[in-house]
């Protein structure tokens, strides 16, 4: 599910370019580790929000950046990862969404930690050319049918999150180092979460 429009994507790099020279830092694609005090971090493709997670955008071959927010309401934890694709290169930039529940934030953490030891000998099959570790959202949800996979007969090792929306699939790929990463900013925005909604019950 597209959730930011190419035009607020840039507007938001915008926006964090004025607050560059105070709070911002230099960015690692390669690091496993997640900063959570840092604001801003300054990429090669621009300021992104945060100490985010560097991916590639497969069905548009660009690159990437993972945010993501954790909102307590009366019905629980809600999960948005979101995919922001920097303007560069001349062409715009986009931005994909992937909203869930805490049982299906929880069950994605769980199956990307997974990934770390998996046997891919003893996956599934996924469709042609991917492996499945496991599905996070079963087709009808807002976000679509949401599943973490290896790409078959790659050395690489590489993780990707698939959205099925619509019945058209988007990837996002990860490196072994990325996935790390993203185990610990998801973690961290869960753990907050649950610690605001606890500070505020009656």
Not at 7 to 26: D, E, K, M, R, T
Not at 59 to 70: E, I, P
């Amino acid at each position: 599910m597209r959730v930011l429009q190419k035009i607020s994507v840039s507007a938001i790099l915008i926006v964090l370019g004025l607050y560059l020279p105070v709070q911002a830092q230099n960015f690692d694609p390669n690091s496993t580790e997640f900063d959570p005090d840092k604001q801003f971090s300054i990429t090669k493709y621009g300021a992104i929000l945060g100490d985010p997670v560097q991916l590639e955008v497969i069905s548009s071959q660009r690159v990437g950046f993972t945010v993501v927010t954790v909102t307590p309401t009366p019905q629980g934890l809600t999960t948005m990862l979101s995919v922001v694709e920097p303007q560069y290169d001349g062409k715009p930039g986009a931005g994909y969404g992937l909203m869930m529940s805490f049982a299906e934030v929880e069950l994605l953490n769980k199956l990307l930690y997974e990934t770390q030891s998996a046997d891919l000998t003893e996956l599934e099959p996924f469709g042609d050319n991917h492996l499945l570790v496991g599905h996070v959202t079963e087709k009808g949800h807002m976000s679509g049918e949401v599943s973490v996979l290896f790409e078959k007969n790659s050395d690489a090792k590489a993780v990707r999150i698939v959205q099925i929306l619509g019945g058209t699939p988007t990837l996002f790929e990860f490196t072994p180092n990325g996935i790390e990463k993203l185990i610990k900013q998801i973690a961290h925005f869960v753990d907050k979460a649950e610690q605001q909604a606890e500070a505020t019950k009656l």
